[in-house]
Structure formats: structure tokens, C-alpha cells
């Protein structure tokens, strides 16, 4: 596949974690999204959300809002964090292309994947999400909703609970115009119905929540770190040559194996010795994470991570 230098030079600056920064509020301060979207290859655009987390001054777009022009109509990847949001990432690909919005597809259930279904319901597109991911949504919305009015005040206006309008289990492929699409469930990782979107022909992957590199990766309550690892091994097994990851700038899969993967195998290891020895949660708080303390969201994720994997762990 042909790609010109000014995208591939491109790519490979934004490979580099020192690219990103949670000190910028905004980046593109005439519209509600945190940046303007690029083309990453051919066709296939990502508006880059901050590598903070979700405040009044990003609008909540810190995840990455991609889509693929295919010829035959655009499908978008995520719904956005709120009404605006969604509005404002269609109001950029009208800017792009005379091609309508066919397909949105949800990463995952979180907010910022979910919450801006409702706009894209009202122009009449379909919505699509791993059965999961809907049934999180259907019983956590009103609290993500709520957290999201929060912060966002007068920028959630015309937010309202939408779920996706087509859900399924495994893997759906979308055949459409110039790209095969297979929207793929690997198995447990960061949240209940994560997906990845392959394009095998194009060799790149839209990993969600999969895959991250330029800020620590959050673990949940309902963050299944072992089962993380070995869904890792399905996402690795595609070989892909560009990741636009859920969160940070498109970069490989060198860099995402190495926050993400080695972060998990690093912290779990620590957590594994640290139970060995009879250690307590109160210890398990001040684990050694120095090697991944440049990465974004540091302090507000590492000792909230150790604490949740030593309870997993406990268990294990």
C-alpha cells in the first residue's frame, strides 16, 4: 500500500509518548473537539482526544473519535462523550466528504464511546456495540451520565441515554465500498464488550481500550487484568503495522506492547511477590511504578491500579 511521506512522517513523530501532553486544555479551541482530525493513512481519520482525564476544558474527549471514509458511506468509531461532541465530529467529516455517516460503532460502554448516541440516532444511523458493552451501558448510564453533566455543565446539553441499536457477540464483518471491516470481541480485557476494529487489507487496527502507550492505562473494577494478557496474545496475533489506540496518537505495536502488556506483566509481577510475602493492600499502594511515571494520568491512576490488582489478585 502506497502512502505518502507527509503521513508517514507524521505517524512516526506522533509514535513518540513525549508527543502528548495533559497540560494542553484544548487544542482546538473553535470547536468542542480537543483537536482537528487527521488523516492517518488514506481514508482513515482520527480526531486525538486528550491524554488527560475528561474535563469542562476537553469537553470530555479524551479518547480518540475516528472514521472511515469507504466510498459508499463513513463509518464512524465512537460515539463521543456527549451530544456536542458527536455533533461536532460530524460537522468536521461534512467538512471531508459528501459521504454520509452509515455506521457508528461503540468501542465499549463507557461514556465516552456511548453517550453521544442519541445525536447520531437522531440523523438516522445505525449504532453498533458488542452485546457487553450494551448491557453496561443499559444499567451504568444514568451515573456515567450524571458524572459527565458534572464536569461538562452547559456542553452536555441535548445529552440523553442511548444504547446502540445493533449488537452482537463475537465478530461482525462490514463489507464496505473500498474496506472489509471486522469489528472483533478478542475476550475479557479493560471493560466488559471492548472490540477492536481490523482492516486487514490496510493493515491497521482501531484497538479501543485494548492498546495504550502515551498515559497509564486505568484499571477498573471490572478490569480483568489476567484475562487482559491473554486476549493480548489474539490483538498481537493480527500483526498489525498502524494502531490508532483508544486513547494517544496512532503509533505500532511495539509502543502499545510496552505500555500496555509489559505494564500489566510489571504490575502484576510486583503484586504476585508482594502476596508471597503476606503483604497488604496499604503496601500494596506504594509498589515501585517509577518506570511508567512519565506516562499521562500517572499520579491519578498508579496507586488506584495497585490496589485493584491486588484485589484481583487475592483471588486469582
Known sequence: MRLHVAALTLLLV????????????????QSVLYSKPVEVIPHIWSAIGATAPPTYENAGHNNNLSFIITGEGVVVVNGGAS?????????????????????????????????????????GVPILAHVDAAEEFDDRGPQILARMETYNRDKAA??????????????????MGRFRIEVKNLGPAHSPGDIVVWLPEQSLVISGDMAFHERLLPIFDD???????????????LKATYVIPGHGHPTNMDQVRRYTKDYLV?????IGKLLEEGGTLEEAYYVDQSPYAHLDTFEQLATRNAGRVFE???FE
Open 83 to 123: 451530544y456536542l461532541l458527536a455533533k461536532s465530529l460530524h460537522d468536521e467529516i461534512r467538512l471531508i466528504t459528501k459521504e454520509p455517516v452509515t455506521l457508528v460503532i461503540n468501542e465499549n460502554g463507557q461514556g465516552h464511546a456511548m453517550l453521544g448516541n442519541a445525536y447520531w440516532a437522531e440523523q
Open 223 to 237: 478490569t480483568d487484568t489476567a484475562g487482559w494478557l491473554e486476549s493480548w496474545e489474539v490483538f498481537e496475533a
Open 266 to 270: 510489571y504490575l502484576r509481577g510486583l
Open 14 to 29: 506522533m509514535a513518540s509518548p513525549g508527543f502528548a501532553s495533559e497540560q494542553i486544555p484544548d487544542q482546538y479551541p
Open 158 to 175: 441535548g445529552t440523553v441515554l442511548k444504547g446502540p441499536s445493533e449488537t452482537f457477540d463475537e465478530e461482525r464483518v462490514v463489507q
Open 312 to 314: 484481583q489478585m487475592e
